[in-house]
């Protein structure tokens, strides 16, 4: 009966032994060993949460060839991004023209047409006639202008 016993405060022992270094905690006492793990598992939870909010903002679609457009509000203008895993003739001047029908100036831009489409824009307008654009419909106009355009020239269409 005694021997069980070791056997299980020994087993005991050697797990709170395991936990401690997998932690990383460098505590002696069986109670600080189980802060530190509680404490380490609410940091990766942290840590998971700040991965599953960055992959929900990039709003990921099933199809990589998709376009994707974000857009920021910066304190005079917009960060507008479009991205698709295809380039194809004509996105850039789709996107340029979105730009023309929102009134927003290109002020500052960067553009990758190899074989995927990348473009990263800071746009500003001059409206001074009192009223302002936000965000969302920022990047519901480029959204829709690259939809409209991709749907004229996708192939299956």
Same mark, same amino acid.
């Given at each position: ?6 056997? =299980?405060? $020994?087993?005991?022992?050697?797990? %709170? ?15 600080? +060993? ?6 380490? +598992?609410?940091?990766?939870?942290? =840590?998971?949460?700040? +991965? ?5 903002? &990039?709003?990921?679609?099933?199809? @990589?060839?998709? @376009? ?15 991205t ?22 290109v *002020?500052?831009?960067? *553009? $990758?047409?190899? #074989? $995927?489409?990348? %473009?990263?824009?800071?746009?500003? /307008? #001059?409206? #001074? ?6 965000? &969302? ?12 355009? /991709?749907?004229?020239? #996708? @192939?299956?269409?």
């Amino acid at each position: 009966m005694v021997s069980r016993e070791h056997n =299980k405060g $020994s087993s005991l022992h050697e797990k %709170f032994q395991l936990l401690r270094s997998v932690t990383n905690s460098h505590a002696e006492s069986e109670t600080s +060993i189980i802060v530190d793990a509680s404490k380490y +598992i609410k940091k990766l939870k942290q =840590k998971v949460e700040k +991965i599953n909010n960055a992959t929900t903002s &990039e709003q990921y679609f099933c199809d @990589p060839t998709d @376009p994707m457009v974000t857009v920021e509000t910066l304190e005079k203008g917009f960060m507008i991004k479009v991205t698709s895993g295809k380039n194809e003739a004509g996105m850039l001047v789709c996107v340029l023209e979105a730009f023309e029908d929102l009134g927003l100036d290109v *002020v500052e831009a960067r *553009v $990758s047409c190899t #074989d $995927s489409f990348s %473009f990263h824009a800071i746009g500003s /307008s #001059d409206n #001074d006639d009192g009223e302002s654009m936000d965000a &969302e419909t920022v990047k519901q106009v480029v959204a829709e202008a690259v939809k409209t355009w /991709s749907d004229s020239h #996708d @192939p299956k269409g």
